[in-house]
């Protein structure tokens, strides 16, 4: 098992990525991504998508899922179904510990509302279920600081 990345996950989000940049960056190389291309193609994903829908950490959990699932067969794709099912158990257990999955929701943006979870505890908490469930063994689990 090697060290892991999650601090490489927070240092990504202290250097200005947005959530979702800064885990599936972390882990491009894994996925077979260069991580400039990953850098790239997650840059809209942040804030929840831009308009604080889907939490930018949410989203990265499924690039990875995708990235790793995926049969990448562009003429008859065979692989869809059992990556959202990934998608589905990673989302719910992030769902349950954090209440939503909605940024707006996570960060108390509505009026009246209260912040559920810092931007940098859901990194945390999604870079932990990506090392738990898609890279299962390969990783030592994650003894650094807690973010609320």
Same mark, same amino acid.
């Given at each position: 098992m090697t060290k892991s990345r999650?601090?490489?996950v927070i240092q990504n989000h202290e250097k200005n990525y947005n959530c979702c940049q800064s885990i599936v960056c972390a882990y491009a190389d894994l996925a077979?991504?260069?991580a400039k291309d990953a850098f790239r193609m997650t840059e809209g994903l942040g804030s929840g998508v831009g308009v604080y829908s889907i939490c930018g950490a949410v989203s990265a959990m499924a690039v990875l899922? &995708?990235?790793?699932?995926s049969d990448g067969n562009l003429d008859a794709p065979a692989t869809k179904k059992s990556?959202?099912?990934?998608?589905?158990r990673?989302?719910?257990r992030f769902r349950v510990k954090n209440g939503s999955?909605?940024?707006m929701d996570l960060k108390g943006v509505r009026e009246g509302s209260v912040p559920l979870r810092s931007c940098k505890g859901c990194i945390v908490d999604c870079a932990r279920l990506v090392e738990e469930n898609l890279f299962t &063994?390969?990783?030592?689990?994650?003894?650094?600081e807690e973010y609320s």
């Open positions: 999650i601090d490489a077979g991504v260069p899922a &995708g990235l790793l699932n990556t959202y099912e990934i998608d589905q990673l989302i719910e999955i909605d940024c &063994g390969r990783f030592e689990a994650y003894t650094g």
